[in-house]
């Protein structure tokens, strides 16, 4: 970057500034919950499972009565007992879920540290070709005068030898 830009502020450095010196990751989307998932502000469905009529007062059942209510007793223990298995299956799922997740966004962190060593390192090895520049000018500037130097002591000898030949 030349001297005008550095000092206009145009490219360059103020530009890369301006991207990294905002939040670019904003708190609502880290706040983004799962679909489906369940929060104090979204506690989900409250409702409770539908309760067989309830007699309000002692009477008496019939057969009939007594072996349908039986039946749906069976239905409703056996219904009761594939829901504690299907809960289970998907407590394990969710958890999963979450372990992946955290694993997952482990990871992430890891990448963005190490992009963040790598940039470093390229930035630092830029620092160290710039400050080396004076040292190549330098070496050019020893190089010309070495140049120019030996020049001279030629165009001196071939001056002695034009004397001598004349």
Known sequence: M?????????????????????????????????????TPLEPGDMQNIDLPRTERKPRMFTMAEADNLTRAASI???????????YAAQSKIVAAAAKTQVAHRKHVSKVADA????T?????????MHNLRDVYAK????????????????????????GLRA
Request: without cysteine.
């Open 2 to 38: 030349g001297l005008f830009n550095s000092m206009t502020g145009r490219g360059g450095n103020s530009d890369r500034l301006a991207n990294y010196g905002q939040t670019t990751i904003s708190t609502g989307a880290l706040m983004e919950r799962p679909q489906n998932g369940i």
């Open 76 to 86: 409703a223990e056996s219904g009761a007992e594939q829901a504690q298995r299907a």
């Open 115 to 118: 992009t963040a060593v790598m």
């Open 120 to 128: 470093g390192a390229n930035v630092a090895l830029g620092q160290h």
């Open 139 to 162: 070496l050019g500037f020893s190089t010309d005068r070495a140049a120019e130097t030996a020049q001279m002591k030629v165009d001196a000898v071939a001056v002695k030898y034009r």
